[in-house]
């Protein structure tokens, strides 16, 4: 159904800009373990090498995303990592299609997998500057609690993914100018 795939592709690439490896675990385990009936096209993450990789790479980043400045670090080293996965979940959640529609749906799955990295990455770097550990903390458990949430109803309800993901980039749009502001504020202070 052209809704819940749609829904899907949306929610996975959306997470993927903030944990590409907790997102292709969950796609991966769902496949897998069948939690859900997904399309024949998510076959490709039933692999146990993709879903090892996954998890592996996952608790990496899990413990990268709690040290400050090594988060900020781990961040740029994916900045065309994790549009990259966004671009690929998305052309596979979509599975055969034209190979115009394939194009337009890897750009849209990296355009959306960039807005959240971009908005991490930022919110990530503001949060550095703060003299103490637990603001990465909590916004690291916040991030990875976000991502399995999105991936669970992605699966479960792909529509109500998709709102969330709107309703997200609304408050993205709406947050960023607030973002910029306070980034400028944290580097003029240095």
């Not at 996975?12 to 859900?36: C, E, K, P, S």
């Not at 400045?69 to 740029?76: F, L």
Request: glycine content about 8%; cysteine-free; aromatic content about 8%.
């Amino acid at each position: 159904m052209l809704p819940d795939v749609i829904g899907r592709t949306l929610g996975f690439a959306f997470a993927a800009g903030i944990n590409l490896y907790a997102t292709v675990a969950i796609i991966g385990l769902a496949a897998h373990y069948r939690w859900v009936d997904l399309p024949p096209q998510y076959a490709v993450f039933d692999n146990p090498w993709i879903i090892g990789g996954a998890i592996v790479l996952y608790v990496v980043e899990f413990v990268a995303d709690k040290i400050p400045w090594v988060d900020s670090i781990w961040d740029a080293i994916h900045t065309l990592i994790r549009p990259a996965g966004g671009a690929l979940i998305a052309v596979a959640s979509m599975g055969h299609a034209q190979p115009l529609v394939q194009a337009i749906v890897a750009i849209a799955g990296a355009l959306l997998a960039t807005s959240t990295h971009a908005a991490k990455a930022g919110t990530r770097a503001v949060a550095n500057t703060s003299p103490e550990p637990f603001t990465n903390w909590v916004l690291s458990l916040a991030e990875d609690g976000f991502v399995l949430g999105l991936g669970l109803l992605a699966l479960a309800h792909p529509l109500i993914a998709a709102v969330v993901v709107v309703v997200s980039l609304a408050i993205m749009i709406a947050g960023a100018r607030w973002l910029l502001r306070g980034i400028q504020r944290r580097l003029g202070r240095q």
